[in-house]
């Protein structure tokens, strides 16, 4: 290899001497297991064998040391890569000769850099909203600073006791709702919330966090053939896929870290109100049906039905 630097800072002259002395220090380790596989042979006597061997198996330790010295002399040579790859391997596509073609480098570089600036960003906003979300619920809920409730953990792992607790005050709330908690994947808590004769809704739970529901008919199944709740297959009807997108909507609306058990409640009681859903008509337009399917809209503050279009 010729005399040169492959980028700023590496010695191709070191580097060259470098692979060849690792070459050597892998030849010495070599001779060293094959003088322990050959043991001690072609002596007549004992002495002489034990002799033989321990001569011959310093003499390839001696060696080995000899080139592992030499390949860190080397390595100080070679020097350190530029500084100028933070992207690891994907440093190396700046060496193309034909980056005018490709420039896959300054683009993974102006991502990179890209994507740290959003993280920085999603850091600050996030500090700001959380301190404004506290706020906003104590002035909507007119609950005055010296009357406010205390506030609950903030952590994001709660005792498996404390979310018992919480959902069983949530269940002797409701009457006409029962609710099942199980634990089949360890501590995350899984509900199986049956609502009067009219649906069953499947709701996954991070802690007192709720990740994920389901909503289904009274009479559709919801568990697999094991007999673990189904989580992944959607409604067979058409009402309830739309039931179940606005629950999702609804998981989005309450939110405050703050005080999980608060928000848990809430979407308990906003789901509650589908207890009528095939009962009660459109506050807008009065009419039970349109397209064929009943409100499925509730509003989150007033619980009032609306259909889809409606709430507009």
Sequence with gaps: ???????????????????????????????????LKDGMRNKETLEGREKGFVAAFQESLHSVSRDLGELERLSNLVGKPSENHPLHNSGLLSLDPVQDKTPLYSQLLQAYKWSNKLQYHAGLASGLLNQQSLKRSANQMGVSAKRRPKAQPTTLVLPPQYVDDVINRIDRMFPEMSIQLSRPNGTSAMLLVTLGKVLKVIVVMRSLFID?????????NVHTEDGKLDIWSKSNYQVFQKVTDHATTALLHYQLPQMPDVVVRSFMTWLRSYIKLFQAPCQRCGKFLQDGLPPTWRDFRTLEAFHDTCRQ
């Design 1 to 35: 290899m010729a005399d040169g630097v492959l980028s700023p800072g590496v010695n191709l002259e070191a580097f060259s001497q470098a692979i060849a002395a690792i070459q050597a220090l892998r030849s010495s380790v070599t001779r060293v297991f094959d003088c």
């Design 212 to 220: 994920r529901t389901i909503v289904k008919g009274y009479n559709e």
